[in-house]
C-alpha cells in the first residue's frame, strides 16, 4: 500500500504535528515504507508459536494475593489534615 501526499497531511494533521509541505513527501515514504514492513510481517507463519513479552525468558515477580487491612492506619492517618475516629474527615459537599 502507497501512501499519497494528501493522505500524509491527514495523518500528521490528525497526529497533531506540524510537518511544513516541502517535507510531505517523505513523510508519504516513511509511512509507505512502515505499511510495507507490517504486509512483510502479515507474510511470516506464526502457526504453533508461543506470544511471548521479551526475547528472554523471564516470570514476572508475584506477590501473595491476600486482603490485608495495611497494619498501620495511625500512620496513614498521621498525614491527613483532620482525621475522626480512624476516618479521614472530609468537609460536607452539596451542590
Given at each position: 500500500m502507497s501512501i499519497d501526499i494528501d493522505t500524509a497531511r491527514r495523518v500528521a494533521h490528525l497526529a497533531r504535528i506540524a510537518v511544513k509541505e516541502q517535507?510531505?513527501?517523505a513523510l508519504a515514504d516513511e509511512l509507505s515504507g512502515m505499511?510495507?514492513?507490517m504486509e512483510q510481517l502479515?507474510?511470516?507463519?506464526v502457526d504453533g508459536i508461543e506470544p511471548m513479552t521479551?526475547?528472554?525468558p523471564m516470570r514476572l515477580k508475584?506477590?501473595?494475593?491476600?486482603v490485608t487491612d495495611g497494619g498501620m492506619p495511625d500512620k496513614v492517618l498521621s498525614n491527613a489534615p483532620d482525621a475522626r475516629e480512624g476516618f479521614f474527615a472530609v468537609p460536607k459537599v452539596m451542590e
Open positions: 517535507d510531505l513527501p505499511l510495507a514492513f502479515n507474510e511470516v507463519d521479551s526475547v528472554t508475584r506477590r501473595a494475593d491476600v
